[in-house]
Every structure is written in structure tokens, then in C-alpha cells.
């Protein structure tokens, strides 16, 4: 059986003449828990870019489930959840709106103006938002009004409640404290609340700095100078292999 979720075949993109990415090959296992590593400009932002549809690659091929990318409908492609370095939430809409946005791919019209109006149902939101420790009193605040990291802890909210097969994350763990870090890492990883319920993805691809936090990842993928260096079990990493990298 093929258990091949997402695969890039021969990726390459461009940009301004300059090559990001260069003939990359790459398949993304179900259940696969992945760290992503590369100094800045190495080519992880626009990686993921790829793998999620946002950057169409001048050369190569993109499949989800076996099937190419052009071929999916929007509600397919929302089975990839990104969270994204810059965040992307919605300055002007409540921390609990912003959350709810990741149910817009399900549901109609009529549930988006609801959401717009802050007269839908927030259970649902509240309860990822607690999973990420984030106070009631931050529920209907805007997100111009709150920290770094209590916005960093919203879009991983949005993105869990989303219910999507694979995640990836562009340095998730920003702006957060320690006992956030715990707490977000095994929510992104672990996959289960108290209850044994899902509450993410099986699988995952999460972009890393922090080298403290590769416990817990299966696998680990290098990148360098748009190139994929290695593509090896987190137990065989070595620090032969991280100097290279870096």
C-alpha cells in the first residue's frame, strides 16, 4: 500500500533570477513527524510554499494523495494546513474569529458572515484556544491588541481546528515561552488531548533554528542552498551532519 501523502518530484522555482529551489525530490510519509532545518535563505520558507500550493514551481511536480495538484479543489487543498511564520491573521477580526477562520473551508457563505458578525457559535474555537493556553479574556480581543506570542498561539489554533491531514509550520515555537513550547511541541506531535482525541494532524513537516527541540521528530530533512543535504531518521543525525548544514 502507498502511504506516500504529499511528494515533489524534480521542484525546482525561481525568483528574479535567482534559483530558491534546485531539482528537489521529496516524499512526505503518512504519520511522519518531521523537522525541517536550513540556515536563513536556505530555501525552508519557500519549501513549504510549494508542498502547500502557494508557490508553483517552474519545473516539477507536486502530488497530494497520488493525485497532481492542479487536479484538487479548493476543499482538497485545505486538507494542508500551513501556519506560517508571519502568522497571517486578521488584524481588524477578534483573536476567537480569527480562530474560527480555519472552518471556512467546510461551511458555506452564511457561516462566514456569521463568523464576520461574531454571532456564530466560539465553542469549538475556545477549545483549541484553551489547548494552546490561551486565556478567556483574550477571546474577543483584537489581534492588533495582543503579544507576539498570544498571536503566535491564535494561528496554531486556527490551524488545529481545521482538521487537516498534514501540517506544516514555518518556526512555530516563536515568540513563545518555555512552558508554551512544551505544551504547543506536543500538540503538534503527540497528536492527542487528555481525552485520546485527535487535535492534529498525524503527520507533520515543522521548520526548525532550535536544535534543543528535535526530541520527538522521526525524521530530519536538511536543506541547503535550495538542495535537499540529507533526508535521514532523527537517530542517525550526527554533528557532522549539522556542520555541514550550517
Partial sequence: MNNTLLELKNISFKYKNKLILN???????LGEKIALLGKSGSGKTTLISVLNGTIKPNQGEV???NKSFDELDRKQKRKITTIWQDLRLIEDLSAEQNVNCGLLAENNFYFAFKNL???SSFNK???YMQLCRLHNSVY???IRKLSGGQKQRVAI???LIQGSDILLADEPFNNLDPKSITTIKKLLLENLDKNNTHISPKTTLIALHRLDLLNDFDKVIGIRDGKIFFNIKRNNLKKFHLEKLY
Avoid: Q, T
Wanted: glycine share 0%.
Fill in 23 to 29: 531539482k528537489v525530490n521529496l516524499k512526505i510519509n
Fill in 63 to 65: 502530488k497530494f494523495f
Fill in 117 to 119: 458578525l461574531n454571532i
Fill in 125 to 127: 474555537a475556545h477549545k
Fill in 140 to 142: 474577543d480581543k483584537k
Fill in 157 to 159: 489554533a486556527r490551524s
